[in-house]
């Protein structure tokens, strides 16, 4: 909430009169909010349920959060003329979106409903979601040029023109396992459903209601917007909230167990 915070409190203090300054709209201020709900489901999830999910949940708010604010301070300094530091700042803004999506997409179903495979043979499958993840970070790191297309005179001081070929390959498989992982992890959510767990069937059906509710927003927004006044701020606040309150909803009702002590009187 602080790092959401902050990044609200930057975007608001750019210079007025600037056509260069992009200043957050309400949509952003949506997006923003709708975040949240992210870390706020996670410590749920960690303090009634025990459930290690929750950690994961507070890692996806902890990098939008950051995310956020780096590009909200990025912007400032563009607006303010201080370069020195941008291309990180844009380095690392890129780079926890990527996480961001990484542990939606990839990890969480596959660690759905109680932060534990489904059997060894998802294994493969974890390291190769974590992999992308470290490769998708090291093609951001050592691509040359400018670090955001938007703005041409911040160039990447990391980038390794000498890896050109090196890079466009890892470029690719990057982009290929974007597709491919998050369709290991439908599978593994459909197996999940096929051989539930006890008390977990419920949960999963509730989670691919949240993801189908999320993906239904989004691509409405771009053929409601020009048509629907206001539906910008509606889309998101559809969307972002739709997973992680499904997977509250979910492990609640199917009573995931809390690991305790025993007392003995």
């Known amino acids: 909430m602080l790092l959401t915070g902050a990044a609200v409190v930057v975007n608001q203090a750019m210079p007025e009169g600037r056509p260069e300054v992009v200043k957050a709209t309400v949509e952003d201020f949506v997006d923003a909010l709708a975040s949240l709900t992210f870390p706020l489901v996670g410590a749920l999830l960690v303090s009634r349920t025990g459930n290690r999910l929750g950690w994961i949940f507070g890692a996806v708010g902890l990098a939008m959060a950051t995310s956020t ?3 909200a301070t990025a912007h400032y300094r563009l607006a303010t003329d201080q370069l020195a530091g941008v291309a990180i700042l844009q380095l690392l803004q890129e780079g926890l979106f990527g996480v961001f999506i990484g542990l939606i997409l990839m990890v969480i179903p596959l660690l759905f409903p109680d932060g534990r495979l489904r059997s060894s043979r998802w294994r493969p499958a974890l390291w190769a979601a974590v992999g992308w993840q470290g490769l998708a970070l090291l093609v ?4 040359p040029g ?12 990391f980038g ?13 498989v990057v982009s290929i396992l974007l597709v491919v ?15 539930p767990r006890e008390g977990s069937r419920l949960s999963i059906v509730l989670l691919l209601a949240g993801i189908a509710v999320s993906l239904f927003a989004f691509s409405l927004d771009n053929v409601l917007q020009p048509i629907v006044p206001g539906w910008g701020p509606v889309a998101p606040l559809l969307a972002i909230p739709a997973v992680p309150l499904a997977t509250y909803l979910g492990l609640i009702r199917s009573r995931q167990p809390r690991v305790e002590r025993a007392v003995v009187l």
């Open 146 to 157: 400018p670090v955001q297309d938007e703005t041409p005179a911040v160039v990447n001081p």
């Open 140 to 143: 951001l790191f050592l691509t």
């Open 160 to 172: 390794a023109d000498a890896l050109g070929s090196a890079l466009s390959v890892g470029g690719g």
């Open 69 to 71: 604010l780096a590009a």
């Open 181 to 195: 992982l998050p369709l290991v992890g439908l599978a593994s959510l459909i197996f999940g459903l096929v051989r």
